[in-house]
């Protein structure tokens, strides 16, 4: 069943934007009667059929439950190189992780200034938008603009669990946290860009409560790291 956003809709029937309408008729070629997933970008879903009216439209039949995860998983992501914020944006979406925030990090090579930063959020939103209609997701994730260290370590200190991905962590697993934190719904994540994380900087996330965890004996791409450990922390406290 194809996924559709939609606009504000009044009794039960809802217009189509005009992009998402385009692409019903002329590139799927779904006519009347057709049913759709319809969703309103905000999280609200319904089972409903395509009908003429005024322009491609939906008339919604049942309202379907949310698909959203028990638990908010915030990756933060230190800024990589080329377009690897593009594929974890869309990976991240499709797994049910509530926000991406990337952060300069000490190593990364990318260096962004204010305008930039605002094109790269305005781009990976969109990434994640579409990323929930094609996986048939609610509630598209958030992207905030790359946030600077400090500001970004205060937001880490606000989450139930902070979880630190690293390559000289020793022994400690994400399912021991989970052990220890089995209730946490409110999940920080935080993966290091090309270069790692330095020292300095995982001192400081253990300092606001992070736990430094191990994803097994091979170093993994950060792309790859973040995909992992969002699925695993789905896993473990979320629906997966």
Not at 3 to 27: C, M, R, T
Not at 47 to 59: N, S, Y
Not at 138 to 165: F, K, N, Y
Not at 208 to 235: K, S, Y
């Amino acid at each position: 069943m194809h996924s559709f956003y939609i606009e504000s809709p009044v009794e039960n029937i809802a217009l189509l934007p005009a992009d998402e309408a385009k692409h019903a008729a002329k590139v799927l070629r779904l006519r009347a009667g057709d049913e759709v997933c319809a969703m309103d970008g905000a999280g609200r879903r319904w089972r409903g059929e395509l009908v003429e009216a005024d322009g491609l439209a939906v008339r919604l039949l049942e309202e379907l439950p949310s698909n959203e995860a028990p638990a908010r998983i915030t990756v933060y992501e230190g800024l990589p190189k080329a377009d690897k914020l593009d594929f974890i944006a869309q990976k991240l979406t499709e797994l049910g992780a509530a926000r991406l925030m990337p952060v300069k990090m000490e190593r990364c090579v990318v260096k962004l200034d204010a305008k930039d930063g605002v094109k790269r959020r305005e781009r990976l939103l969109k990434i994640a938008r579409e990323a929930a209609k094609q996986c048939g997701r609610g509630l598209p994730m958030d992207v905030t603009e790359p946030l600077d260290w400090r500001e970004a370590l205060s937001q880490m200190a606000r989450h139930d669990a902070l979880l630190i991905p690293w390559e000289d962590a020793r022994g400690a697993r994400m399912r021991d946290v989970h052990a220890q934190l089995p209730d946490a719904r409110d999940i920080g994540v935080v993966i290091g860009p090309e270069g790692g994380m330095s020292p300095s900087e995982v001192d400081a996330m253990r300092a606001v409560g992070g736990r430094t965890v191990t994803l097994g004996p091979r170093i993994l791409r950060t792309e790859t790291a973040a995909v992992v450990a969002a699925a695993l922390a789905m896993q473990l406290w979320g629906d997966i």
